[in-house]
């Protein structure tokens, strides 16, 4: 079979860039080795709830809002977001020091809010808001009225966000009070730059949404977007390699049992350690192997999956986010024992007819040094003591029924360390460009450009606009406007 483009993985990324390139007028092979689209984000059901897995919350989903203007481009329809509660989306506790604050959404409502709890340091908080809207002014994938460059350059210069809130003064409850939200992005304050922690906390400052059927709501869109495009899918199909011409350029890719997909262009939404498994030895500088190879990753986590009977209390509307101590550094190190990394607690914003809701409890962990030892029994009693720990008033009225643990991950996102947004996006080790050296190989994807849900789609909308021109993507980018 022969097509204009192949996309190899179809999570967010790869299923978001087959709809543009489809819209531009190519035709379109995705590969999927997982049986359906979007396996990280689509969740399941158990007991009749729905489980989220890769998709709770995101910015920008509110009316005008990026995330969802760039749904609309892609042509999902069907999608009902639901609102987070604006007066604190996000209940940020820490126990050592004894402090919490609910985040609102809104510059006016964080900066008064903020500027109430550290009087001294409204000046600090003033330059971190102005600090976060420069970034995003200075990208014009999130501002998609603005002309598309002709060359990309990354912003891969600038203080990191650890760094910055030095520089400011910021004392250290306020510098991790600014800093949690690195739980977002995974990469911790110290290793990522200033303008790429903004450029994905800054949605979620503004507008704070979940959608209605969460995760698999947005699979289904997504399935429904690529049929009504006649997109060609390849689920349950694992690329195994990119088929070269004599010349050297791409030329298709291999699947598991060998059919060629042939196309004189192949994007590589997938973790950049998977693809130096496709391309054949010699076609990468050792350098750039090397590079991909060492790539560090983003912390990946044991998580409990939970029926809670009656009323939210805190979490109505609001995630908690619980760290120990003020040292948000340690929350991504595999050094810091379980019980001082960070707690993510989520619950679901529809409730079943019998008043039950889904409540997650996330937290950082790594997979077992040891190959084969996973402890999955021990990882989640002792979160399940945690969680009783810290939210001793919902802990009587939650019923555990599932978990999972780095090495579910490692499966779900079909790479060993199984690390939550892919790779880290860190100053000293910077992510992969979505160009390669080899004639029509493109990457996109949350290891490329910003990981979470918003991340992966304008990673597509980056990727086509570098294999269609700026233009024809700037077009379709006016339609939403
Ligand atoms: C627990 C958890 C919670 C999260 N919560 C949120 C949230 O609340 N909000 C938010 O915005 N983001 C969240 N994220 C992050 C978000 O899910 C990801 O950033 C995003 O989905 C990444 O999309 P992607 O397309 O870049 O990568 P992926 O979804 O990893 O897609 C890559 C795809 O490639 C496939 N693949 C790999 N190798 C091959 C091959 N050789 N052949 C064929 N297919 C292949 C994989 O099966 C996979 O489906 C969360 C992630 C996790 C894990």
């Given at each position: 079979?022969?097509?204009?483009?192949?996309?190899?993985?179809?999570?967010?990324?790869?299923?978001?860039?087959?709809?543009?390139?489809?819209?531009?007028?190519?035709?379109?092979?995705?590969?999927?080795?997982?049986?359906?689209?979007?396996?990280?984000?689509?969740?399941f059901v158990r007991e009749g709830l729905h489980f989220d897995t890769g998709f709770h919350y995101t910015?920008?989903?509110?009316?005008?809002?990026?995330?969802?203007?760039?749904?609309?481009?892609?042509?999902?329809?069907?999608?009902?977001?639901?609102?987070?509660?604006?007066?604190?989306?996000?209940?940020?506790?820490?126990?050592?020091?004894?402090?919490?604050?609910?985040?609102?959404?809104?510059?006016?409502?964080?900066?008064?809010?903020?500027?109430?709890?550290?009087?001294?340091?409204?000046?600090?908080?003033?330059?971190?808001?102005?600090?976060?809207?420069?970034?995003?002014?200075?990208?014009?994938?999130?501002?998609?009225?603005?002309?598309?460059?002709?060359?990309?350059?990354?912003?891969?210069?600038?203080?990191?966000?650890?760094?910055?809130?030095?520089?400011?003064?910021?004392?250290?409850?306020?510098?991790?009070?600014?800093?949690?939200?690195?739980?977002?992005?995974?990469?911790?304050?110290?290793?990522?730059?200033?303008?790429?922690?903004?450029?994905?906390?800054?949605?979620?400052?503004?507008?704070?949404?979940?959608?209605?059927?969460?995760?698999?709501?947005?699979?289904?869109?997504?399935?429904?977007?690529?049929?009504?495009?006649?997109?060609?899918?390849?689920?349950?199909?694992?690329?195994?390699?990119?088929?070269?011409?004599?010349?050297?350029?791409?030329?298709?890719?291999?699947?598991?049992?060998?059919?060629?997909?042939?196309?004189?262009?192949?994007?590589?939404?997938?973790?950049?350690?998977?693809?130096?498994?496709?391309?054949?030895?010699?076609?990468?500088?050792?350098?750039?192997?090397?590079?991909?190879?060492?790539?560090?990753?983003?912390?990946?986590?044991?998580?409990?999956?939970?029926?809670?009977?009656?009323?939210?209390?805190?979490?109505?509307?609001?995630?908690?986010?619980?760290?120990?101590?003020?040292?948000?550094?340690?929350?991504?190190?595999?050094?810091?024992?379980p019980e001082r990394r960070a707690l993510y607690v989520t619950c679901g914003l529809e409730a079943s007819?019998?008043?039950?809701?889904?409540?997650?409890?996330?937290?950082?962990?790594?997979?077992?040094?040891?190959?084969?030892?996973?402890?999955?029994?021990?990882?989640?009693?002792?979160?399940?003591?945690?969680?009783?720990?810290?939210?001793?008033?919902?802990?009587?009225?939650?019923?555990?029924?599932?978990?999972?643990?780095?090495?579910?991950?490692?499966?779900?996102?079909?790479?060993?360390?199984?690390?939550?947004?892919?790779?880290?996006?860190?100053?000293?080790?910077?992510?992969?460009?979505?160009?390669?050296?080899?004639?029509?190989?493109?990457?996109?994807?949350?290891?490329?450009?910003?990981?979470?849900?918003?991340?992966?789609?304008?990673?597509?909308?980056?990727?086509?606009?570098?294999?269609?021109?700026?233009?024809?993507?700037?077009?379709?980018?006016?339609?939403?406007?």
């Amino acid at each position: 079979m022969s097509f204009d483009v192949v996309v190899v993985g179809g999570g967010v990324s790869g299923a978001g860039l087959a709809l543009v390139l489809g819209r531009l007028g190519r035709r379109v092979a995705l590969v999927e080795a997982a049986g359906a689209l979007l396996p990280l984000v689509r969740g399941f059901v158990r007991e009749g709830l729905h489980f989220d897995t890769g998709f709770h919350y995101t910015g920008g989903l509110g009316p005008g809002g990026i995330l969802a203007r760039y749904f609309d481009c892609l042509g999902l329809s069907g999608l009902s977001p639901l609102p987070l509660d604006p007066e604190g989306f996000d209940r940020l506790r820490f126990l050592d020091p004894a402090f919490e604050l609910c985040l609102p959404c809104g510059q006016a409502r964080i900066r008064e809010r903020l500027g109430a709890a550290f009087p001294a340091e409204r000046g600090a908080i003033e330059a971190y808001l102005a600090a976060i809207d420069r970034a995003v002014a200075a990208s014009p994938f999130l501002n998609p009225g603005r002309p598309l460059p002709q060359t990309l350059t990354f912003e891969a210069s600038g203080p990191t966000l650890a760094g910055f809130l030095d520089g400011l003064g910021a004392g250290p409850l306020l510098a991790a009070v600014l800093s949690l939200h690195c739980l977002l992005h995974g990469t911790p304050p110290g290793e990522i730059l200033l303008s790429d922690h903004a450029r994905v906390v800054a949605g979620y400052l503004e507008s704070a949404h979940g959608l209605a059927g969460g995760g698999a709501a947005l699979a289904r869109s997504f399935e429904q977007a690529l049929a009504a495009q006649g997109t060609s899918l390849h689920l349950g199909r694992e690329a195994r390699a990119i088929v070269l011409s004599p010349a050297g350029a791409v030329a298709g890719v291999r699947l598991a049992g060998g059919e060629v997909l042939s196309a004189p262009a192949v994007a590589a939404a997938i973790h950049p350690r998977r693809l130096l498994g496709l391309v054949p030895e010699g076609v990468f500088r050792p350098a750039y192997r090397r590079r991909l190879h060492g790539l560090p990753s983003t912390p990946s986590a044991s998580v409990l999956f939970g029926v809670l009977s009656g009323d939210p209390g805190p979490l109505a509307g609001k995630n908690l986010l619980l760290s120990p101590g003020i040292d948000v550094e340690a929350h991504f190190s595999p050094r810091t024992p379980p019980e001082r990394r960070a707690l993510y607690v989520t619950c679901g914003l529809e409730a079943s007819a019998d008043g039950r809701r889904a409540i997650e409890v996330i937290a950082p962990d790594y997979p077992s040094p040891a190959p084969g030892e996973d402890d999955k029994a021990g990882r989640l009693a002792r979160l399940e003591a945690r969680f009783a720990a810290a939210c001793p008033e919902l802990a009587p009225r939650v019923r555990f029924v599932d978990g999972a643990t780095p090495r579910t991950f490692a499966r779900l996102l079909n790479d060993p360390d199984g690390g939550l947004y892919g790779v880290r996006h860190a100053a000293e080790a910077p992510v992969p460009l979505p160009l390669t050296r080899l004639p029509g190989l493109f990457l996109s994807g949350q290891n490329v450009l910003a990981p979470g849900v918003l991340g992966a789609v304008v990673s597509a909308f980056v990727t086509a606009s570098l294999m269609c021109g700026p233009e024809p993507v700037r077009r379709l980018l006016e339609k939403a406007q």
